[in-house]
């Protein structure tokens, strides 16, 4: 029988992991309509699991540093976990759970991520087609269509507009080119 740790580590892992992809599949399964029961099987489960492509690599969060730090020990002492015949080694990650994107924390593919980029830079190529002629080209048009003779200047009014309006399609920009 495995030491009380390894059994806390597979609880954490395999217990809460299985209920999501569960409740994802009954999710999907409703969404589509489909003549299969909502309450999938073991079987279900296992085969749904077994289809899965996998990083290697598995996180667990634990409650406490101290017990993070307990659990690295304890699996360290033993030499590692041994797991449908392969080693599981644990060790503590540098960053706080909290602090993970764990949506992109996804199996990644060489075309996958040229997709990504591809459908990234797309985007914000649209967006900046959209910012220029939205945005920017009605300021541009405005001043320079302006008669600045004898030293007159666009009214405040004008000008405060015009800014914010740029400033708004920055804004925009920045936010599109952080997603």
Sequence with gaps: ?????????EDKIFGSATMDILESARQR???SA???????????????????RCTGQAFVVFGTEEARNEAVAAIDAAGGLLFHGARVELHAAKHEPASVL???????????MLRRILVGVGVILLALITWVF?????????VMSFNYSYGVEPGIAAS????????VGNAMMYYICGE
């Design 1 to 9: 029988k495995p030491p009380w740790i390894f059994q806390k580590v």
């Design 29 to 31: 399964r409703a969404a």
């Design 160 to 167: 405060l507009a015009f800014t914010m309006v740029v400033v």
């Design 102 to 112: 764990w949506k992109d924390l996804v199996h990644k593919t060489f075309c996958r």
């Design 134 to 142: 939205a945005f920017y080209a009605p300021y541009a048009y405005y």
């Design 34 to 52: 489909s003549s299969m029961s909502p309450q999938a099987s073991r079987g279900d489960v296992v085969d749904m699991l077994e289809g899965l």
